[in-house]
């Protein structure tokens, strides 16, 4: 991820004009406004017992969407999160998803969308449930999604980061 960012910040720099000082407010912008948005999915039973879990790491900036895809047996769900930042540190999380569920005994599939907006701090962790509860067959299960959006990270410490 750090040989992606370096790239991108080359990138930068010969687009930005050879001036140092425009180059280092571009620079310092980026700085400034890199998120992570971290995201976990989990898949609960009936009895509210977690049956599966996966996770996802992503940086972006401000304003600029990050879009998860989870694909399962007879599911599809799509989700766009875009964060907003603030004047006062506090960043507008608006979620978007969407949900296809099919049904193995019959040809019909069931779409569903929801969209989300909440104001949040950097690091605090949401909620958001664009699934809501799916039944198959004689089980049900819910299904959502952990989010948690950090201001301004440690590009040094991040770990697994999809770009």
Not at 95 to 123: C, F, L, M
Request: overall charge neutral; cysteine-free; hydrophobic content about 40%.
């Amino acid at each position: 991820m750090r040989k992606n960012l370096i790239i991108f910040l080359l990138l930068v720099q010969s687009v930005v004009s050879v001036s140092g000082l425009e180059l280092q407010n571009a620079l310092s912008y980026l700085k400034d406004n890199i998120l992570l948005l971290h995201v976990t999915t989990n898949v609960l039973d009936s009895t509210g017992k977690n049956i599966w879990t996966t996770e996802l790491s992503k940086i972006t900036i401000n304003g600029r969407s990050v879009k998860i895809k989870i694909s399962g047996l007879n599911v599809l769900v799509i989700a766009d999160i875009t964060p907003y930042l603030h004047e006062n540190n506090t960043i507008l999380l608006v979620s978007q998803g969407e949900v296809w569920i099919g049904s193995s005994s019959s040809d019909t599939v069931r779409h569903y969308a929801t969209i989300k907006s909440i104001p949040v701090n950097s690091g605090e962790r949401v909620f958001f449930f664009p699934l809501g509860i799916i039944k198959a067959s004689l089980e049900t299960y819910t299904i959502e999604l952990e989010i948690q959006v950090v201001q301004n990270p440690d590009l040094n410490t991040i770990t697994g980061v999809s770009k």
